[in-house]
């Protein structure tokens, strides 16, 4: 066990202790929603009807199935020098093997030990987990040698997202509300249960214009929002049709207005998108010349172009960006109990995302990370759900949240840092970030303090249960976020994540 856990490990035992010896606390609850007895979820909306979404099918199979333990079929040990080709070779072979009926063509067990790999380890096909003997310094210790910025794995699938031809149906309500689960079409003629669709929001010049960021004080760089670059695809399965009316599994992540364009769907296809990959129980490190270094390992793991996988139980050490990035055309993965320790780099902007997800239907959960930036982050038009849950942060040198552009639709459940948490307009940072992002709830933080901004139009954002302090953010002006209950202690539920989840599982007995 390396010291930072350790440490971590030994401050929670205390801080429970400490706990033990506090009196009691009264529990409240939060006035967007009511969990009743029999564990179900009552959402109250708005005057326009938005509510908190349903944020439990997110996560591997959404998570209506637990991560399997896959039988081992190739065992390899590491080498004198460059383990890289036994790796691979390992997995090119698997890749041979025909899926059995879950879909899984085996997992590669690497022996404990230090396994050199000066390039990077490629998975392109599905069915294949990548597993060491353990995360730890004794374990299964992967190496990123040499001085290139690179990932260390790779996970990527091939293709697009294509729309299939005659397909698009246009949503014919004047205003479909945020938490929903179904609209009005003009024809379901085209569609059946069953029928994975892409729910297309476009981004118009008069959205743009109401959210002023054709405005942005400008500096070198920076990049007014233009409305071609902001059509945001949330991908969704169709689970009932009634006359005009399309249901949908995952539900709506911002309100969709006439006024702005509207909405509407389309049947697609993504041939080569790769699925039920694993990478579990190792560790990954790079070599790094000095503590700014750049010449070296940047990325543990990165992930595209798959739905259905997940990392679990590893730790990384020493990159430059971070543990896991998820990139736009991840879905459905599983982070899970994993570690990202001792960022090497300059400490500036495009470094330390510990753990960065731009896919959709995405779950972080249970990880830890020191001398991040970003540590638990989302990039630019990141369409949710996705899910951040029971993550701590120590030693941070930026702020948590959505960092760039228009998220959509992300639950910071019980995130704990020694930073900030921040959903604000960030203004001309960057190339002209602006508002970073809508429908982002904090549930139940703890954090140094928090900016928690709601934008000009089309929605809101939610603090609910902060433990920190609140804070004006960059730009000031901008209206205010919800915001509930700061540093009142007994919020319940104490995780609106697995309330959901509980909720969910009961509807269906």
Known sequence: MTQPIRQFLLAGSLIALTVGFQPATTPWKSKFLTVNPQGTILYHPDEKGNTIPDFSRVGYYQGDRPIPNVPVVMTVSPADTSSQAIIQNAI?????????????????????????????????????????EGDGEHGTRLIATGNTQRSLIEVMGDGWLEEI???????????????????????????????????????????????????????????????????????????????????????????????????????????????????????????????????????????????????????????????????????????????????????????????????????????????????????ARVCGPNVFYNCTAKNTHADIGPHHRWASGTLYDNIVTDGEINVQDRGNWGSGHGWAGVTQILWNCTAKRAAVQSPWANGKNYCIGLKGGKYAGRLTGRPDGEWEGQNKQGLQPGSLFLAQLKARKAMKK
Not at 220 to 239: A, D, F, H, N
Not at 247 to 272: Q, R
Request: hydrophobic share 35%.
């Open 165 to 379: 031809p005659g397909t698009r149906a246009i949503i014919t309500d004047a205003y479909v509300p945020t938490g929903a689960t179904s609209f009005h079409v003009e024809s379901t003629a085209k569609f059946k249960v069953g029928d994975k669709i892409v729910l297309l929001r476009p981004g118009t010049d008069a959205w743009i214009k109401d959210l002023k960021m054709d405005v942005i004080a400008a500096r070198s760089g920076t990049k007014q929002w233009q409305p071609g670059e902001y059509e945001l695809y949330y991908e969704r399965v169709i689970t009932k049709i009634k006359d005009n009316t399309i249901f949908i599994e995952n539900p709506v992540m911002m309100a969709l207005e006439k006024k702005y364009g509207g909405g509407s769907i389309f049947k697609y296809d993504f041939e080569w998108r790769i699925s039920n990959v694993g990478i579990e129980h190792l560790r990954c490190e790079s070599t790094y010349a000095s503590d700014t270094a750049e010449d070296h390992g940047w990325t543990a793991i990165q992930i595209n172009k798959i739905e259905n996988g997940w990392v679990r139980n590893v730790t990384s050490r020493y990159f430059g960006f971070g543990c896991v990035h998820l990139e736009a055309l991840a879905k459905n993965i599983t982070v899970t109990n994993s570690r990202c320790l001792d960022a090497k780099s300059k400490i500036t902007g495009g470094r330390r995302y510990s753990f960065n997800n731009d896919g959709q239907q995405n779950l972080i959960m249970n990880c830890y990370s020191t001398e991040g930036r970003h540590d638990y982050v989302t990039g």
């Open 92 to 132: 090119n072979e698997v890749a041979k093997r025909t899926p059995d009926k879950n879909g899984f063509r085996g997992a590669i067990l690497l022996k404990k030990g230090t396994y050199k790999i000066p390039g990077t380890i490629y998975i392109t096909t599905s069915g294949i987990v990548l597993r060491g």
